[in-house]
């Protein structure tokens, strides 16, 4: 059973920081694609950020700059540092991922329960 475990939430002011973790436990055979999502109650959940296995990455336009995504392949983490938080980066964060499982079982995506981030003064 795979299963990803994020932690790092919390209630920041505006202009602060916060380090969301995810880590990926479990039998597979290796991981993808990570990245980060966030979905606000009414929306969508959006993409934030992705980072390959190789390390390229991705970010949505509203963090850019100020948001960084990494991650670590031996221990099966993704981290994302966020700075200068706004309140409109209230939200709560998923973790997510691209797990090749094995031949047999083939690929498939997993997502975190969620961790709340308030940015609020």
């Known amino acids: 059973q795979v299963q990803l475990v994020e932690s790092g939430g919390g209630l920041v002011q505006p202009g602060g920081s916060l380090r969301l973790s995810c880590a990926a436990s479990?039998?597979?055979?290796?991981?993808?694609?990570m990245g980060w999502y966030r979905q606000v109650p009414g929306n969508q959940r959006e993409l934030v950020a992705t980072i390959t296995i190789s390390g390229s990455t991705n970010y949505a336009d509203s963090v850019k700059g100020r948001f960084t995504i990494s991650r670590d392949n031996a221990n099966n983490t993704v981290d994302l540092q966020m700075n200068s938080l706004k309140p409109e980066d209230t939200a709560v964060y998923y973790c997510n991922a691209d797990i090749y499982l094995s031949y047999y079982y083939g690929r498939r995506y997993y997502w975190g329960q969620g961790t709340q981030v308030t940015v609020s003064s």
């Open positions: 479990g039998s597979f055979f290796s991981i993808n694609a």
